[in-house]
Each structure stands twice: as C-alpha cells, then as structure tokens.
T-cell receptor, first 114, second 114 residues
C-alpha cells in the first residue's frame, strides 16, 4: 500500500520561483523523509523530520510536518533548472510483520524551466 | 565501495527465464530493502531484511519472487519464469538501522522482459 501520497503529481515552474510539494500519510509515524530521483534511477536522501519536529531547514529546502493532519510539505526556494527531478516522501510504516517498512509515495515530478 | 552497488545495471531476458539481481549494501548497514519501480510510477515495496531477523516478505507480488541475504552483506533478488509485467527498475537500499535513519539507494537494475 502507498503510505505517502504526494501532490501535485507534476509541477512546472520558472527558474527562481519557489516550488511546494505536499505529502499525506495514513498511519502514525516515527519520522518522514523526502528523497529526490533523477532519471528514474537511484534516490537521494534530502531531509528527515522526526514526528516530534514541526519544521526543518537544509539549504534551500524547508520541510514542515503536521502530525495532526498527517501531512508534510517540501518547499524548494529560488529553484534552479538542476532541481528538475521527481520528489518522493517516505514514512516508516509498521508492517504488522514485526518490522517497519520504509514506504514511498508516488512522487511529484518537478520541472524547472530556465 | 562507499555506496550501495547493484548489478547488473541493465538486464534483458526472454519471457520464462529466471533472473538474479544482486545488491551490495554499505558495510555495517543492518537494514536492506528491495523496491520495484515501473516506468513513471512510485516505489513498490518488495522485501525488507533487518539484521538476523526474519525478512518481511509482505511486498513480494507472487511466489515467483524470492530474495536472500547472507548475514548483513550481499542480497540477491530472484525472479523465476519472468513475465513481461516484471519489466521495471529494481532498486535496493540500505540503512544503518530500522526506522530512524536515511536509506541509501543503489542505481538500480533495469529489467526488460521480451
């Protein structure tokens, strides 16, 4: 099952603008992570926010977490053409089989136009 | 090596043949995940290994799929009697421990069943 669901599915902006992507999830979590994927290959970890945190920054990235609404947002400020990629949120979902699965959403495809 | 290594990077196989995909995680990482990603889609959880615990196989789509891991090192994902719907990128990731740390991904194996 897909724990995290991102929206929008696709986003196209001009270079220099800010990009906001949202993620919703269904069960309680320990933490939520955002990843980036270029060209359908390996994912790169961007940022992790714990369930007791509300906001976190890393460079041009800002992540918020609202556990009451079971949602998170990723903001990329002053976007660059090189930010063009797919962005995924991931949560640790208890599988019921004694372990926590790292479960990914379907992703937001961001296009930054030079 | 410094990162997660997957081999082969590309595999073309005939329908009905068996294939074996390999993942070398980062040394010392106790958690290892396999995911499947179809073109333009999100990551579909397949199987999860954590240390010496029994693997979480809840994501394997059929009994044609199996995976093994030797201790905390190499893992192999085997697909028997491949079908065209098995065509996808298979991604492996490892992390230091279950739950609270980032996952490091390999570049994936692109499997094409003809």
């Amino acid at each position: 099952s897909q724990q995290g669901e991102e929206d929008p599915q696709a986003l196209s902006i001009q270079e220099g603008e800010n990009a906001t992507m949202n993620c919703s999830y269904k069960t309680s979590i320990n933490n939520l992570q955002w990843y980036r994927q270029n060209s359908g290959r390996g994912l790169v970890h961007l940022i992790l926010i714990r369930s007791n945190e509300r906001e976190k920054h890393s460079g041009r990235l800002r992540v918020t977490l609202d556990t009451s609404k079971k949602s998170s947002s990723l903001l990329i400020t002053a976007s660059r053409a090189a930010d063009t990629a797919s962005y995924f949120c991931a949560t640790d979902e208890y599988s019921g089989a004694g372990s926590y699965q790292l479960t990914f959403g379907k992703g937001t495809k961001l296009s930054v136009i030079p | 090596g410094a990162g997660v290594s997957q081999s082969p990077s590309n595999k073309v196989t005939e329908k009905g043949k068996d294939v074996e995909l390999r993942c070398d995680p980062i040394s010392g990482h106790t958690a290892l995940y396999w995911y499947r990603q179809r073109l333009g889609q999100g990551l579909e959880f397949l199987i999860y290994f954590q240390g010496n615990s029994a693997p979480d196989k809840s994501g394997l789509p059929s009994d044609r799929f199996s995976a093994e891991r030797t201790g905390e090192s190499v893992s192999t994902l085997t697909i028997q009697r491949t079908q065209q719907e098995d065509s996808a990128v298979y991604l492996c990731a490892s992390s230091l421990e279950e739950g609270n740390t980032e996952a490091f991904f390999g570049q994936g194996t692109r499997l094409t069943v003809v």
